[in-house]
């Protein structure tokens, strides 16, 4: 059973392999092509227009945050089906991400998705457009791991509480400010 750095380590190694180009065998370390789903993997990179899209990962807890942003034509903008598009394009980053684990790693990645992704589509001009996602996801393999926002428990040692129970709010006796009505 794998450690969680190890985890870690796997995951974003994995994302990490799905750089701009690592869908053509001659720019992969490795020899082999890879396609994590995304929109710039489409066309030749020569002849074609390049669309710039892209994910990132950042972990915390047992938490999976996967940020997508790409430029979406300004057709798109009034898409009605664009969650929907959106949706998928996450489920190619997952399978993505538990197949490159697997081969990094040599065991499997659970992940499971906790909602909808947060969907954020902006226009700076009327050429311009783009859209920032996030979804969230558990990572199945880290049991140990303490979620971010659980509260902490007091674990206040007696000699500790003992010492701070000895100060008294005394004054001294060269003070001689009036006392506060507090």
């Known amino acids: 059973m794998a450690t969680v750095y190890d985890i870690i380590q ?4 994995a994302a990490a392999n799905a750089y701009d180009g690592a869908q053509y065998e001659n720019y992969s370390y490795d020899g082999t ?9 489409k066309g030749d990179p020569i002849r074609d227009s390049r669309v710039m899209d892209g994910f990132g990962v950042r972990i915390a807890g047992p938490k999976l945050f996967i940020s997508y942003h790409s430029e979406v034509p300004l057709s798109d903008f009034h898409n009605k089906k664009l969650d929907e598009e959106i949706e998928q394009t996450y489920a190619d ?11 990094l790693t040599k065991e499997a990645l659970s992940l499971t998705d906790d909602g909808p992704a ?16 996030q979804k969230v996801y ?6 140990d791991v303490i979620a971010v926002n ?3 428990e007091n674990r206040l040692e007696d000699n500790f509480r003992k010492f701070l129970e000895l100060g ?5 006796s060269n003070d001689k400010r009036k006392k506060s009505d507090k």
Do not use: H
């Open 33 to 41: 092509s890879r396609t994590a789903g995304l929109k710039r993997e």
């Open 138 to 143: 558990t990572i199945g393999n880290m049991k």
């Open 150 to 152: 659980e509260p902490s």
């Open 10 to 13: 796997g995951i974003s190694q």
């Open 118 to 133: 947060d969907i954020l589509l902006q226009n700076a001009s009327k050429i311009r457009t783009w859209v920032e996602c």
């Open 168 to 172: 008294t709010d005394k004054r001294p």
């Open 93 to 103: 980053i997952v399978k993505f991400l538990k197949k490159e684990y697997k081969v």
